[in-house]
């Protein structure tokens, strides 16, 4: 068991499959960082499920395509067995963008949202749904609409406000 020190919870004692799992996301990320390097491509998140099921979203400036998943597949795939991280191959590698309604967890993909139609939830479940129109370091501006067309505001929401962020998919 390994105890570690929570803001919210004080300190917790994890059992050990946990921090093998952080272990095993720091050493997948690592052997990312090299295939990614020159590319328009960055990491979103790494999931690993105890039963060494490895699933890495990544996202592009230009798009996420098939071709790109399946070659960044490959490459990872194959850095994970010279690696040698799971010695009798007893592994599996799943990579993919996130889904659309998956919550923007990563900067870039906040910059790469510009001008698209969002929801966005706040620590206090308020929903806020606008054009996101820029993107710093510290905070979003949400052009928002009104009951009359020309009720146009652009509200500023910080980062550490924010629940979640969904894209919104306008057909």
């Keep these: 068991m390994h105890r570690i020190k929570s803001k919210r ?9 946990i921090n093998n799992m952080a272990d095993t996301i720091e050493k997948v990320y690592s052997l990312l960082e090299p295939i990614l390097d020159g590319t328009d491509v960055f990491v979103v998140n790494i999931k690993v499920k105890p039963t060494n099921n490895i699933k890495v979203f990544l996202d592009a400036e230009s798009g996420f395509t098939i071709e790109k998943a399946t070659s960044v597949n490959r490459k990872l795939y194959g850095a994970i067995e010279v690696a040698d991280m799971f010695p009798e191959g007893d592994f599996s590698l799943e990579v993919s963008s996130p889904g659309v309604d998956e919550p923007l967890l990563q900067l870039r993909q906040y910059k790469k949202n510009i001008e698209r139609k969002v929801a966005v939830t706040t620590n206090d479940d308020a929903e806020k749904t606008g054009i996101l129109k820029g993107v710093t370091d510290t905070h979003i501006a949400l052009e928002i609409k009104g009951k ?24």
Excluded: H, M, R, Y
Aim: glycine content about 4%.
């Design 9 to 17: 919870e004080g300190t917790l004692v994890v059992p050990s499959f």
């Design 148 to 171: 009359k067309p020309a009720d146009i505001s652009t509200i500023e929401i910080p980062f550490s406000d924010i629940k979640k962020t969904i894209v919104q998919v306008i057909f």
